[in-house]
């Protein structure tokens, strides 16, 4: 069942879910947020300030500047946080779930990698709230391949190619990915017949 959704049984609408993806900017991030919009989740995109326009763009309904608003303090509460670039402590962002609510780390660190392995089981036993990493996700699942499918064939996600470079500039690109520039993701071109 999708994240973004709960159905109440046969029948029954599902509802709509309140979702954070953290990194709703990078190379995940804009996948992540018209992914859920397409599940019918009211989406808070946390990015730099710089980007926050282009994060509407995709769909959110909220967006959170990370360097002037820390969406784990006091405020609005979720049910799904996604964490694509997981650059702090774990246990943060549990204050800003829901009871019931999860966070997943896609991504980060490694330190809060580390902290996620090590804490995600033990807390999620101890409470209502479940924290983990993604490790469970299948990406040949053929029933996930078929939403999918037939998301991008309708248009209700599409990738964001943010920039191209030939392939004599792959250093460039991987230090724009490492300075945190693009918007979407980064395409290396390939010249036919090299």
């Known amino acids: ?3 973004a959704r709960r159905s109440h ?3 029954e609408r599902p509802v709509a879910r309140r979702t954070a993806i953290n990194g709703a900017s990078g190379n995940v991030g804009p996948f ?5 919009k397409s599940f019918g989740a009211e989406v808070t995109g946390v990015c730099s300030t710089g980007k926050m326009d282009f994060v509407r763009s995709l769909g959110a309904d909220h967006v959170i500047d990370y360097r002037s608003q820390d969406y784990t303090r006091p405020g609005p509460r979720y049910d799904w946080i996604l964490d694509v670039s997981g650059r702090r402590s774990f246990l943060a962002p549990r204050r800003a779930l829901r009871p019931g609510g999860r966070y997943v780390m896609a ?18 036993l101890a409470r209502t709230r479940k924290l983990g990493l993604l490790l469970w996700w299948k990406p040949f699942n053929e029933a996930d391949v078929t939403t999918l499918s037939g998301l991008l064939v309708t248009g209700a996600i599409a990738p964001v190619i943010d ?22 993701k980064l395409v290396i071109t390939v010249r036919d017949g090299d």
């Not at 992540?32 to 859920?36: E, F, I, K, N, R």
């Not at 470079?165 to 693009?182: K, M, N």
């Open 1 to 3: 069942m999708s994240p």
């Open 9 to 11: 049984g046969r029948g």
């Open 32 to 36: 992540a947020v018209q992914l859920a």
């Open 107 to 124: 991504g980060g660190t490694t330190g809060a990698i580390f902290e996620a392995l090590l804490l995600g089981p033990l807390l999620s």
């Open 163 to 184: 920039r191209r470079y030939p392939l004599e500039a792959v250093p460039d690109a991987l230090r724009d990915l490492a300075a945190g520039r693009p918007a979407g």
